[in-house]
């Protein structure tokens, strides 16, 4: 049995791809019958019976429904409160530096409490005070940031771009410590290219585990709605390519009934909803958010098709997870998502990403041709049962944390 503290600056799992790896890799760390512990920040993870919560409070200077808030004098603990605090101010993003520092803190005062110390990509420099502490450390990187900041930058106007740069500045963080960190896991072979590539490391410190699906991921029990399209995305960016799928919803609906589900929380008065504005779509598009897993399942179920529009994804766990609901896909050749899918077409219809007459040709034939669906449908569920389990995902990384423990030791005895 190890002794597991597992840290993730912000865990929710409607947060996006991060929260849900950190619950149900914990889940399935305990059932091996691991000591799991997890240090995060707000918003706090959703964790199941057998797994610890130590909460490490931030400002939490980005919670809802007050983002950017200015906090009250007596909220300022100490000076890093204060950097938090003025970091904002200037339009960057402190979360990973300051969460790094302060769960180094905690773990300084619990040194015999651990055997290993698995950081769910937080990249700050206190995760290099953890690893001279003596800690075994071991990361994950989902992706680097760094796609998400140059998709941001193209699509952003000139005069809103030194913000965003600005935001953006702990990459330069995270790439120094990435290089540094002894071990790192990621999500795809795609994943690992590009850590290597944008952050400069070593390809063979990194190594490839795929994310799981959880078995609440079934094929619907009801019919599924005519002409329902559902899409996913944890962020109204536009990486991931909703600007795209509206435009060619726009087109199908000139033709034929359709309607779009989006599995996403909506910037209010952002990109998204001027563009269903702008393209007189209101009566055909929904927003859903902050639902729980049961509800998900529904809603991927209740499509005739789902699409993932995405420029880039590291892995597309929601990808995943449709397929586990028999759900037919037409998905981008983006990132990760054809190892996913795989690129022979039986599970997935792939296009190029940000090509709306190519999208718009793919949907439009599959609503075409319930029998297709209903193959594609179940040779993508066949293929997560075949390859994408979470007792595997934590089968394969505690025999990553046995080899972090071998290699400290080494070090301890050696002297290096």
């Known amino acids: 049995m190890l002794r597991i503290a597992l840290l993730s600056y912000r865990s929710k799992p409607h947060c996006g791809g991060q929260g849900v790896y950190l619950r149900h890799l914990s889940r399935e760390l305990a059932a091996l019958g691991h000591d799991v512990e997890v ?58 530096r300051t969460f790094s520092k302060r769960v180094a803190r905690v773990l300084a005062g619990r040194r015999g409490d651990f055997d290993v110390v698995h950081d769910n990509q937080t990249l700050g420099y206190g995760m290099l005070d953890i690893e001279r502490m003596g800690f075994p450390l071991v990361t994950t990187i989902h992706h680097p940031i760094t796609f998400d900041r140059r998709v941001d930058l193209a ?42 590539a944008d952050f400069g490391v070593d390809p063979a410190r990194i190594q490839v585990i795929p994310l799981g699906v959880d078995e609440v991921f079934q094929p619907p029990t009801k019919p599924r709605v005519p002409g329902r399209i559902v899409a996913m995305a944890s962020a109204d960016t536009p990486m991931k390519g909703v600007a795209t799928l509206l435009e060619a919803v726009a087109k199908l609906r000139t033709e034929r009934e359709v309607e779009l589900v989006l599995v996403t929380k909506p910037s209010k008065g952002g990109r998204t909803e001027q563009l269903i504005e702008k393209l007189g779509l209101e009566d055909c598009v929904q927003f859903v958010h902050g639902i729980s897993d049961a509800e998900l399942v529904e809603v991927m179920g209740s499509a005739e098709l789902a699409c993932v529009p995405s420029l880039y994804e590291g892995f597309s766990l929601p990808t995943a997870e449709l397929m586990a609901c028999e759900t037919p896909l037409v998905v981008s050749r983006a990132g990760a998502i054809p190892e996913v899918v795989g690129d022979d077409g039986e599970c997935a219809d792939l296009v190029t990403p940000g090509d709306v007459g190519e999208l718009y040709d793919a949907i439009a034939a599959l609503l075409d041709d319930p029998e297709r669906r209903a193959r594609m449908g179940a040779a993508g569920r066949r293929r997560v049962l075949d390859k994408f389990s979470w007792h595997a995902v934590a089968v394969a990384t505690t025999e990553a944390y046995e080899r972090a423990v071998a290699r400290t030791r080494t070090h301890t005895q050696t002297g290096s």
Do not use: N
């Open 155 to 196: 699509h952003a106007p000139f005069k809103k771009q030194l913000s965003l740069r600005r935001w953006y500045a702990f990459l330069r963080m995270q790439g120094k410590v990435a290089r540094t960190v002894p071990q790192i896991l990621t999500v795809s072979e795609s994943s690992r290219r590009d850590i290597a």
């Open 39 to 96: 240090f995060s920040g707000q918003p706090y993870p959703e964790l199941d019976e057998g797994v610890k919560l130590t909460k490490v409070p931030s400002l939490d200077l980005y919670r809802e429904p007050d983002p950017f808030r200015i906090p009250k004098r007596s909220e300022f603990r100490d000076l890093l409160d204060v950097y938090e605090f003025l970091s904002m101010c200037t339009a960057a993003f402190p979360e990973p």
